[in-house]
């Protein structure tokens, strides 16, 4: 059943992007905290955050009832709710968002624009700052004293997947963590100071990619 016109008016469609090919170490992540089906490296992927939140599970539904597509993740949160849907085929990825824009009776561009609330690079990381958050509820590799860190901040949250998936495409970086719930997407991977630059480039460029087609108003 389709959704009431009366309720897609409440749904704000606050995240949607589409990632073509999951890279090795974001797969493995998304695997550690999966609810669902595990993505593996090389699948599509689709993230999709919306507010209120508990409209996602209706659109989860419709997704996974029109397609083949296997979901990952669902987070239903107080304001916002979140759902990453993944599949070996790109088409069958590309289809499922489709079907869920039309029941939202919105596209591409009705999407919320991604600003970047921090990005930075922290060189020679001390011994006690990495240990610190090597102690932190984090799923990725752990931080080595000595190496850049990269730490990267969005907002919608969810776009913070997509970054990382394309800085870990750029650049020779571990993954230490990515949270892509809440109010702000936080990421951080280590490298040299050469590898964390251009990872920090490539999540900027990809920040610019999705506003190419997004809301052009402001985040309220």
């Known amino acids: ?17 589409f990632i073509d090919a999951l890279q090795p170490q974001l797969a493995s992540y998304l695997g550690t905290s999966s609810q669902g089906f595990l993505p593996v490296p090389g699948d599509a992927c689709m993230w999709i955050e919306v507010a209120p939140g508990m409209a996602v599970h209706r659109l989860s539904d419709i997704a996974l009832k029109a397609t083949n597509v296997r979901m990952g993740e669902q987070v239903v949160e107080r304001a916002f709710g979140s759902m990453e849907i993944h599949y070996r085929n790109q088409s069958e990825v590309l ?42 509820l984090r799923r990725g590799s752990m931080l080595l004293p000595g190496k850049t860190l990269f730490i990267f901040e969005c907002e919608p949250a969810g776009y913070v997947v997509y970054a990382a998936n394309e800085a870990e495409k750029a650049a020779n970086v571990t993954l230490v963590d990515v949270k892509p719930f809440g109010n702000f997407g936080r990421l951080m991977m280590m490298g040299s100071e050469a590898e964390a630059a251009e990872a920090l480039a490539a999540a900027e460029r990809a920040v610019m990619q999705i506003n190419r087609r997004a809301r052009t108003a402001t985040l309220d």
């Open 95 to 136: 289809a499922a968002g489709d079907i869920i824009l039309e029941q939202l009776g919105a596209t591409l561009e009705d999407r919320l624009p991604c600003r970047i609330a921090w990005a930075e690079n922290i060189r020679a990381v001390t011994p006690d700052h990495a240990t610190l958050i090597n102690r932190q």
């Open 1 to 17: 059943m389709s959704m009431l016109a009366a309720d897609r008016a409440r749904v704000q469609l606050r995240t949607f992007v």
